[in-house]
T-cell receptor
Framework: SAVISQKPSRDICQRGTSLTIQCQVD?????MFWYRQQPGQSLTLIATANQGSEATYESGFVIDKFPISRPNLTFSTLTVSNMSPEDSSIYLC?????????????FGQGTRLTVV | GENVEQHPSTLSVQEGDSAVIKCTYSDSASNYFPWYKQELGKGPQLIIDIRSNVGEKKDQRIAVTLNKTAKHFSLHITETQPEDSAVYFC????????????FGTGTRLLVSP
């Protein structure tokens, strides 16, 4: 299993500002994933982050808006840039701790972002 | 790409009843199907999963069935309890060594005492 810690757990931000969300894992993992969950909605993958390379973004998400860092095998950050009220969501970090057939995805508790 | 549909969006049952949530997927290459439970203010927690080489998996009061031909899978909760109340998400992925999940739209389950 994997224990994932996200910071902050929640924040209220002014439009036009940026917020950086941190994700810390208690074990080394190859891939980390960032998801967005809009109010009352499902989870949508933003990007996949590998250590030592640029993140891979899903359709509808761009690096200028959601820059990601992955400096080592236990840590990643997601920045929500130039925020607008439409960015109000829960942002979740996820990891797959292994490469074997029986692994599963673990999620952090999420960061609840409100943009005013 | 993969698309996952989930029904119903809300489900209310009496304590002790069974609850069934159904999902369909579009990509026949998908072969890993987890179910997550999300309680208020928390991240999703895996409750059960199934891979395409089996048709059914059970863990105490929870079971999942998979029909690859029809491309649908279902979550069954028996003897429901109030603490089962939460939002449940199904998901699908192609198990290429990492979990890039496509989620269903979620089902809000309410179990009344």
């Amino acid at each position: 299993s994997a224990v994932i810690s996200q910071k902050p757990s929640r924040d209220i931000c002014q439009r036009g500002t940026s917020l950086t969300i941190q994700c810390q894992v208690d074990s080394q993992v190859t891939m980390m994933f960032w998801y967005r969950q809009q109010p009352g909605q499902s989870l949508t993958l933003i990007a996949t982050a590998n250590q030592g390379s640029e993140a891979t973004y899903e359709s509808g998400f761009v690096i200028d808006k959601f820059p990601i860092s992955r400096p080592n095998l236990t840590f990643s950050t997601l920045t929500v840039s130039n925020m607008s009220p439409e960015d109000s969501s829960i942002y979740l970090c996820s990891v797959d701790p292994g490469q074997s057939y029986d692994t599963e995805a673990f999620f952090g508790q999420g960061t609840r972002l409100t943009v005013v | 790409g993969e698309n996952v549909e989930q029904h119903p969006s809300t489900l209310s049952v009496q304590e002790g009843d069974s609850a069934v949530i159904k999902c369909t997927y579009s990509d026949s290459a998908s072969n890993y199907f987890p179910w997550y439970k999300q309680e208020l203010g928390k991240g999703p927690q895996l409750i059960i999963d199934i891979r395409s080489n089996v048709g059914e998996k059970k863990d105490q009061r929870i079971a999942v069935t998979l029909n690859k031909t029809a491309k649908h899978f279902s979550l069954h909760i028996t003897e429901t309890q109030p603490e089962d109340s939460a939002v449940y998400f199904c998901a699908a992925s192609m198990d290429t060594g990492f979990q890039k999940l496509v989620f269903g739209t979620g089902t809000r389950l309410l179990v009344s005492p």
